[in-house]
Every structure is written in structure tokens, then in C-alpha cells.
């Protein structure tokens, strides 16, 4: 009997350490994490889920320029498609959603401005994009922001564009603000507005819709400069990974198509500027 007692309890012992072993085995995926994905490891990637064109959840399915960036970026970092997770992240939240960890990085038509850079990192420039102007298809009367005198204006609430362009090119234009894109949009196919102002990508992104497409275009002559970066957490380590990434699409081709694929439908052509040449990090 005590044989038996001593061999049951030895059995135990092993058991309770195998099992041990394996739980601090899974604890482990982070190591991973910080050079590629491996089995069951994910990446959480910060979008917008409103911007057709760039970023764009529909039901369980991601679009846009940006997705196709970030999902080639994740790719060259070892993570395969499957092991993203795509996280919502609006403008006001993307710096506390890196400096929380609730991201790993951001691909959101996310300006590289200094004041940023003091509390989170950048990657890239992926685009450069400029503030433009989109107007019916058939207009060939505004060619610029000072042709907006006495004419009306569309942009988002809250959104600076629309006022910049009445305290700097035409003090007489007439504003109308919107909850979102698609409203001034829906306003200017309507004739209710003459145009709607924001960054030029994000407007094609608009005019590439089908619901769009011949009734509105581009005017195609950017009157700013954003740098679209990648953002990441303050003094991550994954920066010159993903600098390289983007390098690696633009020379491979894979940028330009993804850029055609999800924007080429408005007939927009970028800047002179694009593609860019990403910085150097540090």
C-alpha cells in the first residue's frame, strides 16, 4: 500500500510540474512581440473605421490605404494577416492610446508634428498629404482656395480647414460645418455647398465611393503639407523596423498599387512629394 501511496503521490508531483512548465511557457508571447509574431501573438494596429479609402471597417472587413500599409509593415515585423487586431482610434485619443499601451502602433492619417513628437514616435513619413479642395465634377470655376469668395464651404465640426481657408485666402466665403465627411459630401453632390476641404487623400477617399464617382472630384492643388506618419509608443524600439518596411514598399511597388487600389477611382493624382522618403529614427 505505501508503494503504491508513494508512487501515486511522485505522479502527482511530475504532473503539477509539467503543468507548471507549460503555464510559464504561455506567459511568455511578449518576447515574441518585440521583434515578430509567432503562433499565437498578435499586433493591435490603430486605424480610423470612417474614412473610406484609408481606414474603413465594414462589418468584419478592413479597406483603405493606410490598412494596406500598416498590413504589409506587420508583415516585414512577422506578423501574418490573421494575427492583427485593427483598434478603432479616433484623432482626439491616438497619443493616450500609445502612451496606454492600448496600441502598438497607428496608421490614421497621423500628422509627424513636433508637438506630438514630444510625447509619442514616429515612423516614415508613408504620405505626404495636403489640404485641398473637392468640388462637383463639371466645376472648373475654383481652382484654388481664393476662387471660394462668396461661395460656400463644407467641412467637419470642429476641423480648422474650413476656417483657414476664410482667414487666409477668402474672407467672404460662406461655412458650413457637418458632423462627418460623408455629410459634406451628400451636401456638395446636393448643390448646397460648392466645396469641402480636408487633407486631399482623405477627400479622393471620398470620391472614390461608388455613390460618388463622376460627380465629384479633386481639384488637385494642395495648399499645405502633412506628413502621414506611423505612430508608435515614446523610444519604441520598433521604429527602424517599420522605417525599413516602408522603404521596402515603395521600391517593391507594392505602395503605389495599394494606393491605386484604394484611392485610384477618384482620378486623384499626389503630390509631387510622394512618394516620400521616410526619416531617419533617433
Known amino acids: ?91 482626439a485619443q491616438r497619443e493616450t492610446m500609445l502612451q496606454n499601451g492600448q496600441v502598438d502602433m497607428i496608421f490614421a492619417t497621423y500628422s509627424i508634428t513636433d508637438e506630438r513628437k514630444e510625447v509619442v514616435s514616429f515612423a516614415g513619413p508613408y504620405f505626404v498629404a495636403g489640404q485641398d479642395l473637392l468640388v462637383a465634377a463639371d466645376d472648373s470655376s475654383i481652382g484654388g482656395p481664393e476662387d471660394l469668395e462668396g461661395k460656400n464651404l463644407c467641412s467637419v465640426t470642429g476641423s480648422t480647414s474650413a476656417q483657414r481657408i476664410k482667414d487666409e485666402y477668402a474672407a467672404g466665403t460662406q461655412l458650413l460645418e457637418q458632423p462627418g465627411y460623408s455629410e459634406c459630401v451628400t451636401a456638395l453632390t446636393a448643390g448646397t455647398v460648392d466645396a469641402v476641404t480636408t487633407d486631399d487623400i482623405i477627400l479622393a477617399g471620398l470620391a472614390s465611393i461608388a455613390a460618388n464617382e463622376g460627380k465629384v472630384k479633386v481639384v488637385g492643388n494642395p495648399f499645405s503639407e502633412e506628413n502621414y506618419g506611423v505612430g508608435l509608443p515614446k523610444d519604441s524600439d520598433r521604429c527602424q523596423a517599420v522605417t525599413d518596411a516602408i522603404s521596402a514598399m515603395i521600391e517593391d511597388g507594392s505602395w503605389q498599387s495599394a494606393l491605386d487600389e484604394n484611392v485610384g477611382a477618384s482620378g486623384y493624382v499626389p503630390s509631387d512629394a510622394n512618394p516620400p522618403t521616410p526619416a531617419a529614427c533617433g
Open 1 to 91: 500500500m505505501r508503494t503504491r501511496h508513494r508512487t501515486r503521490t511522485l505522479t502527482a508531483l511530475t504532473l503539477a510540474g509539467a503543468l507548471a512548465l507549460a503555464a510559464c511557457s504561455s506567459d511568455s508571447p511578449d518576447d515574441d512581440d518585440a521583434t515578430g509574431g509567432t503562433g499565437g501573438d498578435t499586433i493591435r494596429i490603430g486605424i480610423k473605421f470612417d474614412q473610406p479609402g484609408l481606414g474603413f471597417k465594414d462589418g468584419d472587413t478592413y479597406t483603405g490605404f493606410d490598412v494596406a500599409v500598416a498590413t504589409y509593415v506587420a508583415d516585414k515585423l512577422g506578423f501574418s494577416e490573421d494575427q492583427i487586431e485593427f483598434v478603432e482610434s479616433p484623432s
